[in-house]
């Protein structure tokens, strides 16, 4: 099992906590590629036999005195090494291949982005086409050494550093890919540790990533973009403003009782005397047609002069999700 050196210096980063029957396949995986300059293993204050299966490959061993996260031990693997490419990938993770470790590294090796996901064959991760505020966590990622120093300290904390790596790539580098893979998958936390264990440690792991996210999205987002973000909800109330606007003036036209009661026609057969209903029928046969078309007019100018202004920022709200589905890849 000799070590190869790659042409271009690649460091593979190894995680681990109490992963002593399955990190030897992963190591194996990673040493017989021939990819890597350097494969790095951080036990993160494993209490099994996890050291005693890595001295058996040719791999630096790091062990933390105790356990700190997986940010910090991805952050000491990056730092024991001088590798321009790092690629990080979990000692849990089953199927790996040689085909599957090109297919991540490729696109980074290439310059075409700075960073680029491997992910495991899970419906979830689909929802990213959709929701483009859920992040994309976990997975085997290869990225440039340039982004990981990007990242503040503050996600290089335990799961804060899924969610910190994807906002870096979009907002501050050259974006990231992600491919599915069919052939890997891990062991869930449930059976690894058992259920309560692992559902606590599951829903911590949630909670770390979305207030990362919270804080990503608040704070850390570029200037430029939270001043179009800005503007663009004012053109989604400027939007609203001039639909209700024009409501008063279709109601006007019709009469307010009438459109009421078209507007609640299905509120009024399933419920026949809804107290709201019936309260605002009472204030339109008491409110004169001039009062109407005024407000109506008075809402519609107003607010089509702000969405004239405003009109071009809308599409921001779902420029984060058009922009990373050029950069997304699929399997």
């Known amino acids: 099992m000799d070590q190869q050196t790659s042409p271009e210096k690649i460091a593979a980063i190894v995680p681990a906590y109490n992963e002593s ?132 300290d503050f996600y290089k904390h335990r799961f804060r550093i899924e969610a910190g790596l994807n906002f870096y790539a979009v907002h501050y580098g050259k974006g990231f890919t992600f491919s599915v893979h069919k052939g890997m998958n891990q062991v869930i936390k449930e059976k690894k540790y058992g259920f309560w264990n692992g559902f606590v440690a599951r829903l911590k792991m949630f909670y770390e990533i979305m207030t990362a996210q919270f804080r990503l999205h608040v704070v850390d987002m570029p200037s430029v973009l939270k001043k179009k973000r800005k503007k663009a909800l004012w053109a989604l109330q400027s939007l609203a403003g001039l639909l209700l606007g024009m409501a008063f003036l279709v109601a006007a036209y019709i009469g307010p009782a009438q459109f009421l009661r078209w507007m609640f026609q299905k509120e009024l057969v399933e419920d026949p005397n809804p107290y709201i209903i019936h309260f605002f029928l009472r204030v339109a046969e008491n409110v004169t047609l001039g009062i109407i078309v005024f407000v109506g007019v008075i809402l519609v100018i107003v607010h089509a002069s702000t969405l004239a202004y405003t009109a071009r920022h809308l599409p921001h709200f779902i420029s984060g999700f058009l922009y990373k589905r050029k950069v997304y890849k699929e399997d």
Request: charged letters at 20%; a neutral charge; hydrophobic letters at 45%.
């Open 21 to 152: 029957s399955r990190i030897g396949a992963v190591l194996s995986t990673l040493v017989l590629s021939g990819l890597f300059a350097e494969i790095i293993v951080v036990d993160d204050g494993s209490t099994d036999d996890t050291e005693s299966i890595v001295q058996t490959f040719p791999v630096t061993y790091i062990k933390n005195d105790t356990n700190k996260g997986k940010g910090f031990s991805m952050n000491r693997g990056v730092l024991a090494t001088d590798a321009d490419t790092i690629f990080f990938v979990d000692a849990d993770v089953k199927g790996l291949s040689h085909v599957i470790l090109n297919h991540i590294l490729l696109p980074v090796l290439n310059g075409s982005t700075e960073m680029s996901i491997g992910m495991r064959n899970r419906k979830i991760y689909y929802m990213h086409q959709i929701l483009w505020f859920v992040p994309l966590f976990g997975g085997e990622r290869a990225l440039t050494r340039n982004l990981w120093k990007k990242v503040p």
